[in-house]
């Protein structure tokens, strides 16, 4: 009888034992694998934020220090002190629009706004050199980074367009060396907005009293009405190009709103609800959606891929350091 329940006590377990054991090791493991992935989920949400955040704000620190260039006049230039109403204003905008890598500046009579990137704009700023060497004395750059020299006009223009890959990037154009090139900046570009602070005091006292978009400049600009001169004065073309340049709504711009919205390369998380973008806030949305396409981002309305990515909205206001040469 000793040796029978020696026996039983050292038998080997059942099956219904074996099969616990393996039931609760399995979900152990399961268990164990849910965190791993969801861990790894939440770590490469971690990673894709903070390249949204490193792309943001790395192009408004582009835009911002190009903007405070704007106007910038080398006074230590020979013609410093030539006619300045005759001077271009320092900076330009288009609505909805893009262009074209080579043309000269933002003349691109090649890319309708059909073109633009979910309205896109374009961000046009010009500004003297420093420095009697071919590049500069380093104190003076574009948005490339190359320095721009005493005698050159200096340009810094900021664009949305489409790679290759067909995935829309923000641009730098630049001219260099007598020829226009553009590099891209920042990629994963959703649309790219810009607003004009218009001073509409008489006489300007420097502090914006509207934000308003390029066409509105544009048609503020056409509406002019030119003061009369005598002829032969008044048949003379530089003669009203002066006045124009001398009273147009671009010179009397003294600070720049601009917001862009980056999404991430990844695809976020299934069954998210889309989310609607204002640019400049609802109110500017709702006043203006329909004439200044762009400033209202509705996830809804991207293709079914492109809404399932986390998105950032990043703006900045910039005050104009130099005044626009020639404003009236």
């Not at 889309?274 to 293709?303: H, N």
């Given at each position: ?5 020696q026996t039983?006590?050292q038998?080997?377990a ?7 054991a393996l039931?609760?090791g ?11 992935l969801?861990?790894n989920a939440?770590y ?16 408004l ?13 080398n ?9 300045a109403?005759m001077?271009p204003?320092g900076?330009r ?7 074209a890598r ?10 309708p706004p059909?073109?633009?990137?979910n309205?896109?704009?374009?961000l046009?700023?010009?500004?003297a ?5 071919a590049?500069?004395?380093?104190s ?10 005493r ?14 890959a ?9 001219r260099a ?7 891209a ?8 907005q ?10 300007a006292?420097g502090v ?5 978009s390029?066409?509105?400049?544009d ?6 009405i ?6 032969p ?5 530089q ?14 711009v ?7 919205v980056i999404h991430?390369?990844r ?7 889309p989310?609607?973008?204002d640019?400049?806030g609802?109110?500017y ?12 981002l509705?996830?809804a ?10 998105r950032?909205l990043?703006a900045?206001t910039?005050?104009l350091r130099n ?6």
């Amino acid at each position: 009888m000793k040796q029978i329940r020696q026996t039983r006590r050292q038998r080997g377990a059942t099956i219904v034992e074996l099969m616990v054991a393996l039931t609760v090791g399995m979900l152990v493991l399961l268990m164990a694998g849910a965190m791993l992935l969801s861990a790894n989920a939440a770590y490469l949400a971690q990673v894709e934020a903070a390249a949204l955040d490193d792309a943001g704000r790395y192009a408004l620190e582009l835009i911002t220090r190009a903007a405070r260039q704007a106007s910038f006049v080398n006074w230590e230039r020979d013609d410093a002190g030539a006619d300045a109403s005759m001077a271009p204003a320092g900076l330009r905008g288009l609505d909805a629009r893009t262009l074209a890598r080579t043309s000269d500046a933002i003349d691109a009579t090649d890319n309708p706004p059909g073109d633009a990137v979910n309205g896109s704009d374009v961000l046009a700023l010009r500004f003297a050199g420093a420095g009697n060497a071919a590049g500069g004395d380093g104190s003076v750059l574009n948005c490339a980074g190359f320095g721009v020299g005493r005698y050159q006009q200096g340009w810094s223009i900021f664009y949305v367009a489409r790679n290759a890959a067909g995935e829309a990037e923000l641009r730098c154009k630049y001219r260099a060396n007598g020829s226009w090139s553009a590099d891209a900046i920042v990629g994963g570009i959703d649309t790219f907005q810009v607003l004009y602070g218009l001073d509409t005091d008489t006489p300007a006292d420097g502090v914006a009293n509207e934000y308003v978009s390029a066409a509105v400049l544009d048609e503020r600009d056409a509406a002019l009405i030119l003061p009369v001169l005598p002829a032969p004065t008044a048949a003379d073309p530089q003669v009203r190009e002066r006045e124009r340049l001398g009273r147009t709504h671009w010179k009397r711009v003294t600070s720049i709103r601009v917001a862009l919205v980056i999404h991430a390369t990844r695809r976020g998380l299934p069954g998210v609800d889309p989310r609607v973008f204002d640019l400049f806030g609802r109110a500017y949305s709702d006043a203006a959606a329909g004439t200044d396409p762009g400033v209202r981002l509705d996830e809804a309305q991207l293709p079914g891929e492109a809404r399932q990515r986390a998105r950032k909205l990043f703006a900045a206001t910039v005050l104009l350091r130099n005044a626009p040469a020639g404003a009236q």
